[in-house]
C-alpha cells in the first residue's frame, strides 16, 4: 500500500471492544478455534488484534438457546468501521455465538499502558542522562 493510501487509511481506523459469548458446551479447542477464527477475521479485514480476554464460563443472566452457560470473551482491536459489520454478519451466521456486542472505545487501555510505559523510560533515560552529566562534572 502506498504511503498516502496508508495514510488515508489510518485516518479512519479506529478502536473497538467485542465481547462474544461462546456456547459453553464446546471443548477447549473447539472453542480456542473460535476465537482464532475471530482473530483471524479481524486481521484479514486489515483490522489489528490488540488483545484477547478470556473470561472463562459464566453463567448466563437469562437462558439463551437453551444455554445456562457461556463462554466470555473480550477482544480489543484496531480497524475500520466496515470491519464492525463483517464481524456483526459473521456472528449472526455463526450457531455456536449465543451473543456478542461490540463498542467503539476512544483509547484502548493497551494505548494507555504503553504511553505510560514509554513515558517511565523516557524518565528512568533522562534521570540516568542527568546522573551521568553529574558524575562527568565532578571527575
Same mark, same amino acid.
Request: avoid cysteine; glycine fraction near 6%; charge should be positive.
Given at each position: 500500500m502506498s504511503e498516502p493510501a496508508n495514510n488515508l487509511r489510518s485516518m479512519h481506523v479506529r478502536s473497538y471492544e467485542t465481547v462474544v459469548i461462546?456456547?459453553?458446551?464446546?471443548?477447549?479447542a473447539p472453542l480456542e478455534e473460535e476465537i482464532s %477464527?475471530?482473530? !483471524?477475521?479481524? %486481521?484479514?479485514?486489515? !483490522?489489528e488484534v490488540l488483545d484477547?480476554?478470556?473470561? !472463562?464460563?459464566r453463567k448466563l443472566s437469562y437462558e439463551i438457546n437453551d444455554a445456562h452457560q457461556g463462554n466470555f470473551t473480550l477482544i480489543r482491536f484496531d480497524g475500520e468501521p466496515a470491519l464492525v459489520d463483517v464481524l456483526d454478519?459473521?456472528?449472526?451466521?455463526? !450457531?455456536?455465538?449465543?451473543?456478542?456486542?461490540?463498542?467503539?472505545?476512544?483509547?484502548?487501555?493497551?494505548?494507555?499502558y504503553e504511553k505510560a510505559e514509554q513515558a517511565e523510560k523516557t524518565?528512568?533515560?533522562?534521570?540516568?542522562?542527568? %546522573?551521568?552529566?553529574k558524575t562527568g562534572a565532578e571527575a
Open positions: 461462546i456456547d459453553s458446551k464446546l471443548e477447549e %477464527a475471530i482473530e !483471524g477475521l479481524i %486481521a484479514s479485514n486489515q !483490522g484477547t480476554e478470556r473470561w !472463562g464460563s454478519r459473521s456472528f449472526k451466521l455463526n !450457531g455456536r455465538v449465543l451473543r456478542h456486542m461490540t463498542k467503539r472505545v476512544r483509547k484502548h487501555p493497551a494505548h494507555v524518565e528512568q533515560a533522562d534521570k540516568a542522562e542527568q %546522573a551521568d552529566k
